[in-house]
């Protein structure tokens, strides 16, 4: 199931590539929520609301975050890399950065991930481990943050210009089909 943070649903998978925008609200929403919490938790006991939100992030980097990555991977980047444009060709390092940064990120989240169920399981982590945590999140939000304007400002308006309706479609139906959605393009909203 995707998840809606507030407000209306922007895109749906009749338009993939705002649904992959509207998936990076929510990567920065939840690692908002991973950084204000363990800020505010300093190491200490969690508080249940405080392990309810550390839970509901970690599920969605563990459940949904992948799906993101694999709509990119499996589905949008391929077909950029067989477009054979002058944009493209400029494009291909980029791609290649991105993918980089992808495989970065899952080996810091499961790292994060390991910590903070620590943390839940005994109660606290020590200040040394809780610096860890900390550093660790903050990377993360830095390593989005670049990798989010990449994709945004130059990877999503590519293909926009260079993808037809027809691989829009398609891309769209890997979309749904990725989160068990039967994708007659009606209805078809996160």
């Not at 169920?117 to 606290?124: A, I, N, P, S």
């Not at 993360?140 to 308006?157: D, N």
């Not at 293909?159 to 078809?188: P, Q, Y």
């Amino acid at each position: 199931m995707l998840t809606q943070i507030g407000g209306k649903i922007e895109s749906d998978f009749t338009q993939p590539l705002g649904m992959l925008s509207d998936c990076h609200k929510r990567i920065r929403y939840f690692l908002n929520a991973l950084l204000t919490t363990v800020g505010h938790a300093n190491a200490g006991p969690l508080t249940p609301p405080q392990c309810a939100c550390l839970e509901a992030a970690l599920r969605y980097f563990r459940d949904a975050a992948p799906k993101h990555t694999a709509d990119e991977e499996q589905s949008l980047f391929p077909r950029l890399r067989c477009m054979d444009t002058p944009e493209m060709r400029a494009t291909l390092k980029k791609i290649e950065c991105l993918e980089i940064d992808h495989r970065k990120a899952d080996l810091q989240h499961q790292e994060a991930d390991a910590i903070i169920h620590q943390w839940m399981m005994e109660g606290g982590i020590s200040p040394k481990v809780n610096a860890r945590l900390t550093g660790i999140l903050t990377e993360l939000s830095e390593l989005y943050e670049r990798h989010i304007l990449l994709e945004e400002t130059e990877i999503f308006p590519l293909a926009v210009a260079l993808l037809s309706d027809v691989e829009k479609d398609i891309l769209g139906r890997e979309m749904a089909a990725r989160r068990g959605i039967e994708s007659n393009h009606s209805n078809l909203g996160s």
